[in-house]
């Protein structure tokens, strides 16, 4: 008989149920593939990623990879998973995704105190502690009994997908490979170089293009670090120039200098076969992405493997509802993890899996639940999304403006170290005193 109940079988979800497993919890992972899929969900395996597959950057002194550094540490086993199926991607850390996701649903399936059960959870259980990790594209059913314990409307923004390309589609007599400030001919991006008139010709294409219309009652929120690229374009001619279209650092090796704008390819798996469009998620329409980036120089044939799209992201208001052991303040016997739990980011969500698993087992085995001290860059995520204003909350991805401020004065790249030794020193505490 099962302990735990975790309802999602995302990157939160399994990293909860691999923590608790972890400490002889048996649990019990309810997915609702493939009875039922979300709108960007495809296949059957579990930690499906749907938008990105790049986990940002590898860096120890940035917060992203300082985040997925503390979960190594850890015994991560999402983490695991993305070590062992990296793909190039210069200097941040992509995965192939159909890989990610069959070797996560392997391990799960060797561990014996978890079971998976597949089929769609409308209704909170009421006698046992449970875990609720269904992401932010929980069913209807689903969210009205939580919306029925929290007593708080769910929030919302707007989520978007690039493309993926064929590798075979690309000119690579105009796409170059370079990694940014690396030496032509090397690297691990494509590059597909445009001119000033061809830019402007683009951006125009992208505002006049057919968009996928919002229903009457939706409005248009969408989250900063993942706007549709038609979206940036309404910003001014030459946003998408300081954005995903940056030329800084790379040379067209056709002209020896660096172009008006750039559009970059990054690889998408192992074999090297498919590359995705850095940067360009879009709720254009269909036919409308075909037509407007074949526009850009070197994917002039390019084949379509994933078309970009949008969907709606539900989070619940953290500081209302939840206590910093991401239990629910109206139900401790109650935890969120993951996106619904108002993080932002494929990292985010497995490190609030990571505690929400650990604090579920240590409930069970009647030990005091945990929270890691806000130096970390665990406990800097749980300060923001339990202290945040409620008024203005909205969902963040991990950053050193979440961490208490270090007073001495440091030169901005030693800044970045000195926040990474410090939190890793109490990070240390911390596992030590939970394993």
Known sequence: MH???IIGGGLAGCEAAWQAAKRNIPVK???MKPEKYSPAHKLDTLAELVCSNSLRSSSFNSAIGLLKEELRRGGSLIMEAADATRVPAGKAHAVDRLL?????TSKIAERPEITVE???IKTIPGDRPVIIATGPLTSEPLAESLRSIIGQEFMAFYDAIAPIVSAESIDMDVAFRQSRYGPAGEGDYLNCPMDKERYEKFVQALLEGEKVPLRDFESPRYFEGCLPVEIMAERGLETLRY???KPVG?????TNRQPWAVVQLRQENREGTLYNMVGFQTKLKWQEQKRIFRMIPGLENAEFVRLGSIHRNTFVCAPKVLTRFLTLQENSNYLLAGQI???EGYVESTAMGFLAGINAARMLTGQPLVTPLPETAHGALIRHITNADQKTFQPMNVNFGLFPRIEKRLPKRQR???YAERAMAAWQKFIENIS
């Open 3 to 5: 302990k735990l109940t």
């Open 243 to 245: 954005g995903p279209m």
């Open 250 to 254: 790379l040379t067209d090796p056709r």
């Open 341 to 343: 739990s108002g993080v």
């Open 29 to 31: 992972i309810y997915e």
């Open 100 to 104: 990610f996701s069959e070797y996560i």
């Open 118 to 120: 597949r089929r769609e």
């Open 416 to 418: 970045g170290q000195a």
